[in-house]
């Protein structure tokens, strides 16, 4: 009875690990207090508050999830779990080009999706496959509903598996990550990637010294990409990119 307690505490704690990176430590040692969920909570936001102080001194500063600066977080979710690190560099790029939107056009907010974890290089941010090393960063599309800009939204509540339509790149294998999600799709509202928004922040992208490739599907490259020469395709073991931008330095 204990060994099946131990190992459902233990398989607990590598999931939390695994989707925050600290939770799971979190976990382990609230186990040795009397109110454990108060604990669990308490030890988190600990872990938590310290990461924001140590991490720049590892070359990861965060993402802010609050203010109303043009680049921000997309959810609450990113941040609470840890999701929003990046280095400093790329995190000046992104910030860079989304003054750059805000300016070219008033009132645009860029929103960021999973960066990476605040500790360890090579830790993987799952279900990313290069996620890992501070250097990688996802960006949500441009929305617009009719022609009509969307400030600060997305088609999905996280910004991804709201995939836009376009031809069969990859053919099936397994194991991949590279997730139809067909049945999923008709829950999303009938928005649209913003045309002008899309075409300006690819092409501010790929003239940034700083920024050394962006990963996006073919024929969303072909629609948005003009002039923007580092747009690359991800391959068909990685997650598919039309739901989002990944940039990286």
């Not at 690990?17 to 040795?32: D, E, F, K, P």
Request: charged share 20%.
């Amino acid at each position: 009875m204990r060994i099946g307690r131990a190992a459902r505490h233990l398989a607990l704690a590598a999931v939390l690990t695994v989707l925050t990176q600290l939770g799971g430590l979190a976990w382990l040692i609230s186990r040795l207090f009397r109110r454990k969920l108060l604990a669990f909570a308490l030890l988190y936001a600990a872990l938590w508050l310290g990461a924001l102080m140590i991490a720049p001194h590892f070359r990861r500063v965060p993402i802010t999830c609050h203010g109303e600066g043009p680049l921000g977080m997309r959810s609450w979710v990113f941040c609470l779990a840890n999701r929003n690190y990046v280095a400093p560099e790329l995190k000046a790029a992104a910030t860079d080009m989304a003054t750059e939107m805000a300016r070219t056009h008033p009132g645009t907010v860029t929103l960021a999706l999973d960066g990476n974890f605040p500790f360890l290089n090579g830790f993987p941010l799952l279900p990313h496959l290069s996620h890992k090393d501070g250097r990688k960063l996802d960006l949500a599309f441009y929305y617009a509903d009719h022609g009509r800009y969307l400030p600060g939204q997305t088609r999905s509540p996280l910004g991804y598996f709201a995939f836009e339509p376009g031809p069969r790149t990859c053919p099936p294998r397994f194991p991949t990550l590279r997730w139809d999600l067909d049945w999923l799709q008709p829950l999303w509202p009938d928005y649209a990637p913003e045309p002008e928004r899309m075409r300006l922040a690819l092409r501010l992208l790929s003239r940034d010294p700083r920024i050394g490739k962006i990963f996006l599907e073919p024929h969303l490259a072909a629609k948005f990409g003009a002039g923007a020469s580092k747009i690359r395709f991800q391959g068909c073991a990685a997650a598919r990119h039309d739901d989002h931008i990944h940039i990286q330095l």
